[in-house]
């Protein structure tokens, strides 16, 4: 698993999917001020990184959550994700609405599940968990077992876990700050006086600033 994080780091700061950005940081939708930026959809243009990321998910979901009837991936960041896993896997894929329609039959989430069916979700990343989770239990109100969750990347704020723990969920994750740091320190991305800021920032990132 080392070294999947660490190719996973490598990959997504090749892909430019999560930049740094030290002197002129990012303004998250949320209002906070952040060294960092992650969108991990740009991984999807890349052949190479996309198919290590795939073949990444099945090794773990098979290690971690072995046995999953349907894949469901989290809108809209994990729709692609989620169903190149499930393709991957040759399980059935849905995905879960960050909310219920409001026509048609209103619902959340999207394809066919049947009651009892263990299911694990893919997530492309996880900041607090909140939209996450939310999904987890849009889920099991369709009466699905959830498993566990897999993602390609998280902050690993404390909030999260603390939400994770509180849902009764297991989240694995591809790769993790502290990789993410550590590959970007050693390929030259940041430098050492950096690398104590950008842990600052983990810490407190609501009131973190420059």
């Given at each position: 698993?080392?070294?999947?994080?660490?190719?996973v780091?490598?990959?997504?700061?090749?892909?430019?999917?999560?930049?740094?950005?030290?002197?002129?940081?990012f303004?998250?939708?949320?209002?906070?001020?952040?060294?960092?930026?992650?969108?991990?959809?740009?991984?999807?243009?890349?052949?190479?990184?996309?198919?290590?990321?795939?073949?990444?998910?099945?090794?773990?979901?098979?290690?971690?959550?072995?046995?999953?009837?349907?894949?469901?991936?989290?809108?809209?960041?994990?729709?692609?994700?989620?169903?190149?896993v499930?393709?991957k896997?040759?399980?059935?894929?849905?995905?879960?609405?960050?909310?219920?329609?409001?026509?048609?039959?209103?619902?959340?989430?999207e394809?066919r599940?049947?009651?009892?069916q263990?299911?694990?979700?893919?997530?492309?990343?996880?900041?607090?968990?909140?939209?996450?989770?939310?999904?987890?239990?849009?889920l099991?109100?369709a009466?699905?077992?959830?498993?566990?969750?897999?993602?390609?990347?998280?902050?690993?704020?404390?909030?999260?876990?603390?939400?994770?723990?509180e849902?009764?969920?297991?989240?694995?994750?591809l790769?993790d700050?502290?990789?993410?740091?550590?590959?970007?320190?050693?390929?030259n991305e940041?430098?050492?006086?950096?690398?104590?800021?950008?842990?600052?920032?983990?810490?407190?990132?609501?009131?973190?600033?420059?």
């Amino acid at each position: 698993m080392a070294e999947i994080k660490r190719n996973v780091a490598g990959y997504l700061l090749q892909s430019k999917a999560i930049m740094l950005e030290l002197t002129e940081p990012f303004t998250w939708a949320s209002g906070w001020h952040s060294p960092i930026y992650c969108d991990n959809r740009v991984t999807l243009s890349y052949p190479e990184i996309r198919d290590y990321i795939k073949e990444a998910f099945e090794l773990t979901i098979g290690d971690r959550f072995p046995g999953p009837e349907v894949i469901a991936g989290v809108a809209t960041g994990a729709i692609a994700q989620g169903a190149l896993v499930a393709d991957k896997m040759n399980l059935p894929f849905v995905y879960v609405r960050p909310a219920a329609k409001g026509h048609g039959r209103k619902n959340m989430v999207e394809g066919r599940i049947k009651p009892g069916q263990k299911v694990v979700v893919v997530e492309d990343l996880v900041s607090t968990g909140g939209s996450s989770l939310k999904a987890v239990e849009a889920l099991r109100e369709a009466g699905a077992e959830v498993t566990g969750m897999v993602a390609i990347f998280s902050y690993g704020f404390q909030i999260a876990e603390d939400n994770f723990r509180e849902a009764g969920i297991e989240l694995i994750t591809l790769t993790d700050y502290h990789t993410l740091i550590q590959v970007a320190l050693e390929s030259n991305e940041i430098k050492q006086d950096q690398v104590e800021m950008l842990k600052q920032w983990r810490v407190d990132p609501s009131n973190w600033k420059v």
